[in-house]
């Protein structure tokens, strides 16, 4: 089960079941530093791939080079096999913006939701 699913899952948990009696602020306090911490654990992982991913794709655009896939003339006549632009393209990814917003909204929502409950 991803991070995203567990978020959604406890959000709507929380806010589905009825509470049995007053919760204790030791609880409340417990619940948020879990959610916090699982959430960070997870932005972590993603920032740690995303990383992991640019190299691989620097060490692929240097491989690429080498072989002359952006040379023009080289396998076809008067252009490059590959476009000058995919050696930088990927610098443009905004998906791992996205990812961390998400899992920072959805970590908000839990948390204000531990607070609100009775």
Not at 11 to 16: C, D, N, Q, S
Not at 90 to 98: I, P
């Amino acid at each position: 089960m991803d991070q995203l699913t567990a978020a959604m899952l406890l959000l709507v948990t929380i806010m589905a079941v009825p509470p049995s009696h007053a919760t204790h602020f030791t609880t409340r306090l417990f619940a948020i530093t879990g959610i916090a911490l699982f959430s960070a654990i997870f932005v972590y992982l993603i920032l740690q791939q995303r990383d992991r991913h640019r190299i691989a794709k620097k060490t692929l655009i240097e491989m690429e080079r080498v072989l002359g896939l952006y040379d023009e003339g080289l396998f076809l006549v008067g252009k490059a096999l590959y476009p000058q632009d995919w050696q930088t393209a990927w610098l443009s990814d905004r998906s791992v913006t996205v990812y961390v917003a998400v899992i920072a909204a959805l970590t908000a929502l839990v948390v204000a939701a531990v607070l609100v409950r009775p």
